[in-house]
């Protein structure tokens, strides 16, 4: 019985916290909720997440469409999300909420056997060592283009539009894609820190 109520209690406190987010959205509530595996809280955050853009939040003040992020350890994780996701829109009679998975162009390419979302990864990669703009250096300029570009999938996925997008936890220490824009809600599931260290592992450093 102690352990059934010490389950309530904490799914309580996710409940409570989740219901922060509708009481004055003016003060850009931020939480985190630490709670032990399987307590539902993906499932929860999902059903948050389709609930703000069900009730018209997913906007900016001057009306802008501004979508939620959700972001996951893994692309992996990103796909199965995707599926839980439009399951909870149905049910809450949404089918036509748009949801799509952000990939980076090291990502692979979920259209392709062996892909990548980007096929020119070494200009990106020298892009990334000058500090240069990839899009403008690399992908396309006023005086040049990729000649991959027009069958580039990093290229179509940028034409996407969603209400609902999902990233990997790395996204998060990346620049924000212009095609994203401004979220309006950012919801961050699962342990992040791993995805935020560079020249480290559990060994010690590389």
């Known amino acids: 019985v102690g352990s059934e109520m010490c389950i309530r209690d904490r799914l309580k406190i996710i409940d409570d916290a989740v219901e922060e987010l509708w009481r004055d959205r003016n003060m850009l509530p931020q939480l985190g909720i630490r709670c032990d595996v399987g307590l539902g809280k993906t499932r929860q955050s999902i059903k948050a997440a389709v609930r703000w853009v069900q009730e018209g939040h997913a906007v900016l003040e001057d009306g802008t469409p501004a979508p939620v992020i959700f972001t996951v350890p893994t692309h992996r994780l990103g796909d199965e999300i995707v599926r839980r996701f439009t399951e909870t829109a149905r049910s809450r009679g949404l089918p036509g909420i748009k949801i799509a ?4 162009r090291a990502a692979a390419d979920p259209d392709s056997l062996n892909g990548t979302m980007c096929s020119n990864l070494d200009a990106v990669k020298l892009a990334h060592k000058a500090g240069a703009d990839v899009q403008e250096s690399v992908c396309k300029s006023k005086t040049s283009q990729c000649p991959l570009f027009e069958t580039c999938a990093y290229q179509r996925q940028r034409k996407k539009k969603a209400d609902i ?5 790395a996204s998060l220490f990346h620049e924000r894609p212009e095609t994203i824009g401004q979220p309006s809600l950012l919801i961050i599931d699962e342990n992040f820190v791993n995805a935020s260290l560079r020249g ?3 060994n010690g450093i590389q």
């Open 165 to 169: 997008w999902i990233a990997a936890h």
């Open 200 to 202: 480290f592992d559990f």
């Open 101 to 104: 998975v952000w990939r980076g």
